[in-house]
């Protein structure tokens, strides 16, 4: 008989960590207590975390691994989520969680982003799969409060912003995965104005659930006669079912589940294949009006820009809580004496975080989370001054959000890929307890493997990076990040302590920005080839040299702050990790961007080269 699963919560988080990315590192102080953030100081931030963490431990992180073991059920044509999920989703929104960023307009609390992005990690890390359902339905009442008409903002913004209502984002179709522009999903205008909708989406997370009484599905299809590609595509607010004008609801609009989808991870997550129209009654009205009709791609793109990030956020969030939970066992676990006795079969046996290899691990997971954590507060940061600038300061807009939008493809793919491997250097941590239900780690693993997929695969990613956001505003963005690079490079390459690791930095940008010319170069040499085979690796070369440079911004306030702590403090060893996580980061990972450059220096293209039949004989 095997092990029954209990409901216990595993999930880790290191407040001391966040704080000190939000406050010492990135400063939010300096934009809180004025416009847009009035009603925010240090301590609603901190409070906030604490409260939120503590929600977490108690009501979603005890169903993680219930949840993945029960998963979701299809039964008579609706989705049943695993238990506890219906109380945690009135408990989610009776906090306030996920609104703590919405606008007061709406119901919510309007918190900086820089928090926003925090609190995300910490719901996500409890629960991935439970998030997701809140996830969905705070990005389509996004989209929807940005491009929906004012009727539109107020029968569904509230609803969806408080969890009345749920959401979903319905793009992919058998044909159209990455392919968005396949899409043969259609809509037909009817007399009164509204449309009907006809086609079915697959692997919509969240397409059915009974956590709220109505879904709100934002489904891209064609009007009869728009362009092909993705140029004739329009975004629809279709209801699971019909709502009023005054927000009760009417009869059910044709939108069926044809089916669940068995999974790796994430298994509390419904996966749904979406019929829309199988009876001819499913109706939709495109997001702000006919004026908006083959809009759709514009407005997704906001709402994949918010979701991109969240799912950058999700590869933090639980190699985070993987990485704790490993360290938690590495000193509990006794395996093996130390290499200074291993000659002596009768030496103590001691605790494996002992080990150079195992402390190897550790520390390659620290500098990891704490890299593509940063990378991800760093992007809420820009987002928070371009709120507070904007009116005032067109040239400091252009620049914040300038970084955001070159920031967005690095999170989502960097965070993504990066969660995925902590999760599995976790499971080698522990060795083979990490590979049972026993402890959380291999959940994380097989929960983090679609990070890299969905919200458009990291290649995807690195195409947007290197095909749209090198050359925006004429290459002025990605010059300013370097700038800023080179601007912390001159003031730290003397530093006693991260200095010489300062100026491998600085190698790094210098190779960097030689890159991006050399994919320019490709692009107008006619080498188009060359672009997509090398185009992951410039998004890995790009983030692992922002990764070191956030790193070391941090140890360099470390070793400030380190000085004015008292002997025993926590935060004398605090402040010491950091600075090791940086040094080894410097030296362990950033080598790679100079090995990668010289490997699309070698412009090889043998993948390009093998014939088809040359790959295998089977
Ligand atoms: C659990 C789960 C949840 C999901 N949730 C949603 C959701 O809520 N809403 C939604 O709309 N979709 C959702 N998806 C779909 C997801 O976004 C797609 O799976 C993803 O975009 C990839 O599409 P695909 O699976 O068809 O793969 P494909 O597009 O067939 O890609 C297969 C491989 O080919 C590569 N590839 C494809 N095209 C190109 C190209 N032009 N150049 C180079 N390489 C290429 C890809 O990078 C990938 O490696 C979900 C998927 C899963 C598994």
Not at 2 to 15: E, F, H, V
Not at 148 to 158: A, D, S
Request: charged share 20%; net charge neutral; proline share 3%.
């Amino acid at each position: 008989m095997s092990k029954p699963i209990q409901a216990i919560n595993r999930y880790k988080a290191d407040l001391r960590e966040v704080n000190f990315l939000l406050f010492e590192q990135f400063k939010l102080g300096e934009l809180l207590g004025k416009a847009p953030f009035e009603a925010w100081g240090e301590d609603e931030v901190r409070t906030s975390l604490t409260e939120c963490y503590r929600w977490c431990r108690e009501v979603v992180g005890p169903l993680n691994a219930t949840a993945d073991a029960q998963g979701c059920k299809l039964e008579n044509g609706a989705v049943k989520t695993p238990d506890g999920f219906k109380a945690a989703w009135k408990s989610l929104y009776e906090a306030g969680w996920k609104s703590i960023a919405v606008d007061p307009h709406y119901g919510g609390a309007g918190a900086p982003h820089s928090l926003q992005v925090m609190i995300e990690e910490l719901l996500s890390g409890a629960n991935t799969a439970f998030g997701m359902y809140a996830g969905l339905a705070y990005g389509a009442a996004e989209v929807i409060e940005i491009f929906g008409t004012q009727e539109q903002k107020e029968l569904y913004c509230q609803r969806m912003f408080s969890g009345k209502w749920g959401g979903t984002m319905c793009l992919t179709e058998p044909q159209a995965g990455s392919d968005v522009g396949a899409s043969k999903s259609v809509a037909t205008k009817n007399a009164d104005g509204t449309y009907t909708i006809r086609g079915t989406k697959i692997f919509i997370s969240g397409g059915d659930h009974d956590l709220a009484e109505n879904i709100v599905h934002l489904v891209l299809a064609r009007v009869e006669g728009a362009p092909a590609g993705t140029k004739g595509l329009t975004l629809f607010i279709v209801p699971k079912i019909r709502a009023n004008a005054d927000g009760s609801l009417g009869e059910s609009n044709d939108v069926s589940v044809g089916a669940i989808e068995h999974k790796m991870g994430i298994n509390g997550s419904a996966t749904c294949v979406l019929n829309f129209g199988e009876n001819g009654k499913c109706i939709g009205v495109p997001v702000g009006g006919d004026a908006k009709l083959n809009q759709g791609m514009p407005q997704m793109f906001k709402m994949m820009n918010g979701a991109r990030i969240a799912v950058g956020v999700q590869g933090i969030s639980v190699a985070s809580s993987a990485f704790l939970n490993a360290i938690e066992y590495a000193k509990e676990r006794k395996q093996g004496a130390s290499i200074t006795h291993w000659k002596d079969a009768t030496a103590p046996r001691v605790p494996i975080i002992e080990h150079a290899d195992v402390r190897r691990m550790l520390l390659d997971m620290k500098a990891r989370v704490e890299g593509i954590r940063a990378l991800a507060v760093k992007l809420a940061h820009h987002q928070d001054r371009v709120r507070a600038l904007e009116g005032k300061d067109e040239a400091g807009v252009a620049y914040h959000q300038g970084q955001v939008d070159l920031l967005v493809p690095l999170v989502k793919a960097y965070g993504s890929d990066q969660g995925f491997r902590v999760c599995e250097t976790a499971i080698q941590t522990y060795g083979g307890a990490g590979y049972t239900r026993d402890y959380p780690v291999e959940q994380y693993c097989r929960d983090a493997k679609i990070f890299s997929i969905y919200e458009g695969t990291n290649h995807i990613q690195a195409m947007d990076l290197v095909g749209r956001k090198l050359g925006q505003a004429g290459g002025a963005n990605m010059q300013a990040f370097v700038g800023d690079i080179q601007k912390f490079v001159a003031a730290n390459s003397t530093h006693p302590v991260i200095g010489p690791a300062v100026k491998k930095l600085g190698s790094a940008a210098e190779t960097l920005g030689g890159n991006a010319m050399r994919l320019l170069m490709w692009f107008q040499s006619g080498q188009m080839g060359l672009v997509p085979l090398y185009a992951n690796r410039f998004l890995e070369m790009m983030s692992e040299t922002a990764v070191a440079w956030l790193l070391l911004e941090g140890a360099a306030i470390a070793h400030e702050k380190k000085k004015t702590v008292a002997a025993g403090h926590p935060d004398e060893s605090f402040y010491a990790g950091k600075i090791a996580a940086a040094l080894y980061y410097a030296k362990n990972v950033l080598p790679g961007v100079e090995d990668k450059a010289r490997i699309l220096a070698e412009e090889d293209k043998s993948a390009l080269e093998i014939p088809d039949a040359g790959f295998a004989t089977v």
